[in-house]
């Protein structure tokens, strides 16, 4: 590695080779607390996305049927959206439902509407006995909520009544742009039935949803990590097969309708370690090459392989709800690692689906935590309503246009080849993307990443630019970063004494920091025939954003 630190990064972006529609696939965010969505908390951070005008962001939320108080905590919401009488019949009630999609739509966003989990009282009493429950309900809350129904015709008639009920308060046409995507990784804990039992909700499900707007999308099965060491791989297949081959359980047909394909990446996990143990770091390779095995079971299909796929959660690790005082590693959420991490991660994976020309969409699975200490180190975009380094990576993916150019980098990296893991053995992977506005902007992405969260060395950038649309015109260079010392609050905590609760005073110098910064303040450009040269330092975890622009005459 010391060899390659010495090597100056020589980065090519060629302007006029324009490789075709940058897709700006990472318009998806998700949490497990879908009472949130409505709370000022949450209602402030979905007014931050909105104000990016990077088109609508999709929100993915779990717990959207489950029976409770509908109030959220740490893992857990509840709607009430289904009940039963004493005689058994059907009460709905979309009082919560209706509160959570319109504030959504309030801020221009648009429903991935997870279809789960199970209803308190429609839960098949083999796995769950509600007679057998405490007066909090914490086996439904355990259990209950993983189960499959009682009664298929039931569901098919609550997930009937539900999108009937959407389409009516919002009007067809806007249902036929969300997703209704059922369940959330029923390969592990949150499906207590079998994969065929699963398969036969799907065909239900599927049906529902078509009988109300055939034009809807419905998919699934948001597996975890499609792996061989997993039983994830066996389940996708298995699912894929059924909904090409399979009798269909609702129809008695062959096969099931299938309009996109989900499934999960992380590239890591930690449990709660109260002794607060050093652990190795997330595995962009681990992303790459799960995605990788997930695109070969689909590619088996050919009816499946040309539709959209969305990775409906990717993210350096699992456990969202967990924090660095669970976990004293999972501090790297507050920091310019976290961003980094997750530019080269869809960086990655977003090349090899152009490689293979596959339609697929990212998920980072993060929000917010009402009543959480400062910085807490949960993953979230914000922190008591401070922003993160990580919503400045949104901020920055919002600069870019949508044709992309041909970014080439001397010291980028294919993670596939690493010996180990985390690429101990190998510098830093820088790299990045540009795009083109028209003839209005260029925008040029630059990170250094590694996973090694203990590496910070400065790298030397040289960026050549060719072919650019402005030509004999005045130019206008922004340059944004985010790395330890901008557009990263949490180092601004760190030197406010770390207050869980700041004082006002505090809290307004954390916030003075906590949007997306300049390296150095906008500078003019001399006039050029299309061709640019730029030269900066950049440490490990840092990330650029170059924005040239021809000043307006």
Known sequence: MASEAQTK??????????LGRLPHNWTYIGYDEIN????????????????????AYYIRAHHLLCTGNCHGTYKWGSTNAYLENEKGNPIYDWTFVDLIFDTILKYNAKPFVELGFMPQHLADPAYYDTTKDNWTAQLYRTVGWACPPKDYQKWYDLIYHLVEHCAARYGIEEIKGWYWELWNEPDIFYWRGTPDEFNKLYDYTAAAVKAVCPEARVGGPSVTNPNPARKSLAFLDGFLKHCVHGTNDHSGKTGTALDFITSHVKGGGYGADPLHRKQKPPSVKQILRDTQTGYDIISQYPKLNQLECILSEIDPDGWAAGGAWDNTNLNF???????????????????????KEWD?????WA??????????????????????????LYRMYAHMGDQEVLFESNT??????????????????????????????????????????????PYEIDVTIENMPFRKQ?????????????????????RQGQPMYPEPGQREAMKARDGLELLEPPRALPACDGALRLNFSLPVHGISLLVIEPVLS
């Open 9 to 18: 990064t020589r980065i090519r972006v060629d302007a006029g080779q324009v």
């Open 36 to 55: 949130y969505t409505y709370t000022p908390e949450g209602q402030e951070l979905l007014g931050k996305f909105m104000a990016l005008h990077d088109g």
């Open 333 to 355: 959420r507050n920091t310019e690692y976290y961003p980094s991490f997750v530019a080269a991660s869809f960086d990655k994976v977003s090349r090899f689906a152009r490689e």
């Open 360 to 364: 697929l969409r990212l998920l980072s």
């Open 367 to 392: 929000f917010m935590f009402v009543g959480e200490r400062c910085f807490e180190g949960t993953r979230t975009f914000s922190t008591q309503g401070i922003d993160k380094a990580i919503l400045n």
């Open 412 to 457: 980028s990296k294919n993670p596939l080849d690493y010996t180990d893991p985390n690429g101990y053995c190998e510098g830093p992977d820088i790299s990045g993307f540009a795009a083109l506005s028209g003839s209005q902007r260029l925008a040029i992405l630059i990170y250094n990443h590694h996973d090694d969260w203990d590496m910070a060395e």
């Open 474 to 494: 005045e130019l206008n260079l922004h340059h944004y970063r985010i790395d330890q010392n901008h557009s990263n609050a949490y180092a601004e905590w760190v």
